[in-house]
């Protein structure tokens, strides 16, 4: 039964650009994938991602299976943790008794897009990102949730996120599985500790869960959640179409939490990180590339961006990049 999750933000990355008249994603920097909105890491961030691994190895219960969005950032960050598993998993007595942890390309993690009338990009495909992470992806995981292509409001988000989390608890719970790590982007991190709590805020930009790069946050069961998930429901949540924009909900606001609830007891740790926390971000507004109330395109967005915190979670009086990429 799954008793710990563990979760990090990508660490830092380099830039794009969109234009929200037309959808069109552009970088400065090429990305490995070909994708626009799929950047590598900066120096930085590989500095970061190693240093998350050294505690990452640390944890207990030692993490068992590794579930990330399948942009290439993420799985960029998760990487040296990975590989350093696998060789002590390699040099271990009882190497032939356990599975090579590899990394599940989870698409229900995946990068967060406001509602749109275009389609946004997607992740890399495996076949893209095998040769690029050689013995690293789960080459049979199959994903859960699949997020809508034109976009999301909050709600659906939170929802998505909870959906995906409902299905990921059921397969662990089913294989015996007592701790994972999840890897994604800055506006799931928040909703993760949102839809695992049940702790859902009326003003949405409050800063509740933290976000900061590589920073480690760590959820545990609560004890008088029940008993484990049950097969029926999480194939259920896995079999949902997520697609639409109408479909049944699971329930776990007011408290519940998904799969029983979890308590936080980690929010985005950054005490092994030689710089500590870095770019940490909260929602500002519903984030659509349309007008909520006329359901028309919005021609400029710059000032519905949400804000880029400064190394102490304090707005930093500007708006980031200059762009929609900021997750």
């Known amino acids: 039964m799954l008793e710990t999750i563990y979760v990090t933000r990508h660490g830092f990355r380099s830039n794009w650009l969109v234009d929200p008249s037309n959808g069109r994603y552009t970088a400065f920097i ?14 930085h961030g590989v500095d970061q991602a190693n240093e998350l691994a050294v505690r990452l190895l640390a944890a207990d219960p030692p993490i068992e299976r590794v579930y990330s969005s399948m942009y ?10 990975v590989r350093r598993a696998q060789g002590t998993e390699a040099s271990s ?17 995946g990068e967060w897009y406001g509602s749109a009338d275009f389609e946004h990009p997607v992740p890399a495909s495996l076949g893209t990102l095998d040769p690029l992470f050689p013995g690293l992806l789960e080459p049979n995981y199959e994903p859960a949730v699949t997020p809508n ?32 790590l999840l890897c994604s982007h800055a506006a799931v991190i928040i909703a993760l500790g949102r839809v695992l ?12 869960f933290k976000c900061f790069t590589c920073g480690l946050s760590e959820y545990r069961r609560r004890p008088c959640s029940g008993t484990e998930t049950k097969a029926t429901d999480a194939a259920a949540a896995r079999d949902a179409d997520h ?74 009086g500007h708006r980031g990049d200059g762009s929609r990429g900021k997750l």
């Open 243 to 316: 697609h639409g924009r109408d479909k049944p909900v699971l329930a776990w606001r007011g408290g519940q939490g998904v799969s029983g609830g979890w308590d936080c007891e980690l929010n985005s740790d950054c005490a092994h990180l030689s710089l500590g926390e870095e770019r940490g971000w909260r929602f500002s507004g519903d984030e659509s590339f349309k007008d909520m109330a006329t359901g028309q395109s919005i021609l400029d967005t710059t000032t519905r961006l949400g804000p880029v915190l400064d190394d102490r979670g304090r707005d930093s």
């Open 30 to 43: 090429k990305s490995p994938t070909g994708g626009a909105a799929d950047p590598a890491l900066t120096a």
């Open 197 to 208: 709590t049940g702790r859902m805020p009326d003003n949405i930009d409050v800063e509740d």
């Open 149 to 180: 292509r034109m976009g999301e409001g909050v709600d659906e988000l939170h929802d998505r996120v909870a959906a995906a989390m409902k299905a990921l608890i059921g397969e662990c719970d089913r294989d015996g599985v007592r701790s994972i």
């Open 93 to 109: 007595s009882s190497a032939a008794a356990q599975p090579v942890l590899r990394i599940r390309g989870e698409t229900g993690l």
């Open 72 to 81: 290439y950032r993420c799985l960029q960050t998760v990487e040296p943790f």
